[in-house]
T-cell receptor, first 113, second 118 residues
Framework: KAGVTQTPRYLIKTRGQQVTLSCSPISGHRSVSWYQQTPGQGLQFLFE???????NKGNFPGRFSGRQFSNSRSEMNVSTLELGDSALYLC????????????FGSGTRLTVV | AQTVTQSQPEMSVQEAETVTLSCTYD???????LFWYKQPPSRQMILVIR??????QNATENRFSVNFQKAAKSFSLKISDSQLGDAAMYFCAYRSRGYGGSQGNLIFGKGTKLSVKP
C-alpha cells in the first residue's frame, strides 16, 4: 500500500514569489491535513480538507491556501513568500473520522531566500 | 485551547535499556485521542502508539507502551530494549474527538530528541 507522497522534496524560492506543494494521500483516505514545521514554532496546523472542502483551518494568514481534488489529492499554495515561510511542510492523510490517527508524508523542505 | 508540553528537549539511553519520555497536556475536554509520533532524520512522522482517553487500559505496541494518567493529564512513552533505530525526535500529540471548528487537528508538543548509545 503506497504511503503519503509529497512533491517536491526540496524547493528554493525567492521572497515575493509563490509556491505550490502537492500531496497524494493513501488510497481510500479522504482527509488531508497540512502542517508547518519550524525549529522555533514547532509543528503547527495549517488546514484540513475532506471531500474537496476545507474542514478546519489553523491560524495562518490568507497567503496560505489549499485545495483538494476529487481524487483526494491536495495542493497548498503560499503567495508572496516571506523569509519566515522557510519550513518543512508536512501533509497527513487519514480516514474520514481520523480516529486511527494520521499517516504523514516525508514533507517538502521550502527555503525562501 | 489545548496545549501539549514535553519537558525533556533531549534524552539519551543505552542500547537495550529502557527510557521514558514525558508528556503532559491541558484540556477541558473529557474525550480525546493522544498519540506519540517518531520523526527520524528522513523527516517522515511515524505513528508509534495511540491512546483513546475513554479507555483506561494503557496502549502497548511491541516495545512501546504508554502510562496514561487521565486525572493528571499525563501521557508518557516507555521504550523497552532500546535499539539504535529508535534514535529520533519524538512528538506527543493531542486531538479532540469532535469534528467542528478547530477540532480534529493534531496539537503537538515541541518534541524530545532521543539518542541511543551503542
Amino acid at each position: 500500500k503506497a504511503g503519503v507522497t509529497q512533491t517536491p522534496r526540496y524547493l528554493i524560492k525567492t521572497r515575493g514569489q509563490q509556491v505550490t506543494l502537492s500531496c497524494s494521500p493513501i488510497s481510500g483516505h479522504r482527509s488531508v491535513s497540512w502542517y508547518q514545521q519550524t525549529p522555533g514554532q514547532g509543528l503547527q496546523f495549517l488546514f484540513e480538507y475532506f471531500s474537496e472542502t476545507q474542514r478546519n483551518k489553523g491560524n495562518f494568514p490568507g497567503r496560505f491556501s489549499g485545495r483538494q481534488f476529487s481524487n483526494s489529492r491536495s495542493e497548498m499554495n503560499v503567495s508572496t513568500l516571506e523569509l519566515g515561510d522557510s519550513a518543512l511542510y508536512l501533509c497527513a492523510s487519514s480516514r474520514w473520522d481520523r480516529s486511527y490517527g494520521y499517516t504523514f508524508g516525508s514533507g517538502t523542505r521550502l527555503t525562501v531566500v | 485551547a489545548q496545549t501539549v508540553t514535553q519537558s525533556q528537549p533531549e534524552m539519551s539511553v543505552q542500547e537495550a535499556e529502557t527510557v521514558t519520555l514525558s508528556c503532559t497536556y491541558d484540556t477541558s475536554e473529557s474525550d480525546y485521542y493522544l498519540f506519540w509520533y517518531k520523526q527520524p532524520p528522513s523527516r517522515q512522522m511515524i505513528l508509534v502508539i495511540r491512546q483513546e482517553a475513554y479507555k483506561q487500559q494503557n496502549a502497548t505496541e511491541n516495545r512501546f507502551s504508554v502510562n496514561f494518567q487521565k486525572a493528571a493529564k499525563s501521557f508518557s512513552l516507555k521504550i523497552s530494549d532500546s535499539q539504535l533505530g529508535d534514535a529520533a525526535m519524538y512528538f506527543c500529540a493531542y486531538r479532540s474527538r469532535g469534528y467542528g471548528g478547530s477540532q480534529g487537528n493534531l496539537i503537538f508538543g515541541k518534541g524530545t530528541k532521543l539518542s541511543v548509545k551503542p
